[in-house]
Nanobody
Framework: QAQLAESGGGLVQPGGSLRLSCAGS????????IGWFRQAPGKEREVVTC????????YYADSVKGRITITRDNAKNAVYLQMNRLIPKETAVYYC??????????????????WGQGTQITVSS
């Protein structure tokens, strides 16, 4: 059974950094488009970044460009999200998802087939 598991969230001060991990089991992440989304209380789930299955091209939301990086470690069947210079409004539950049908970038949450359980990031002093 395909599963995803996020880790690495926590409490961080404004301006701080975190590295999230998304570990896959039951399927190979390398062959799927993987996205990171976040959902704040009372808001819809929104895309942060994704990496395509076909050529590992990447997409970043405008609000995070220059501050975050998505990478793959195929040997570990994992995808990582390095987040720098975090700001309080980025407090949310962060989810990784797999879109098994997309060949390229996939920015719509409804298109994703599998999700992890989410990890909380709280940016506060």
């Amino acid at each position: 059974q395909a599963q995803l598991a996020e880790s690495g969230g926590g409490l961080v001060q404004p301006g701080g950094s975190l590295r999230l991990s998304c570990a896959g089991s039951g399927f190979t992440l390398e062959y799927n488009t993987i996205g990171w989304f976040r959902q704040a209380p009372g808001k819809e789930r929104e895309v942060v970044t994704c990496i395509s299955s076909s050529d590992s091209s990447t997409y970043y939301a405008d609000s995070v460009k220059g501050r975050i990086t998505i990478t793959r470690d195929n040997a570990k069947n994992a995808v990582y999200l390095q987040m720098n210079r975090l700001i309080p409004k980025e407090t949310a539950v962060y989810y990784c998802g797999a879109d098994m049908e997309a060949m390229g970038i996939s920015m719509v949450a409804e298109g994703y087939n599998y999700w992890g359980q989410g990890t909380q990031i709280t940016v506060s002093s």
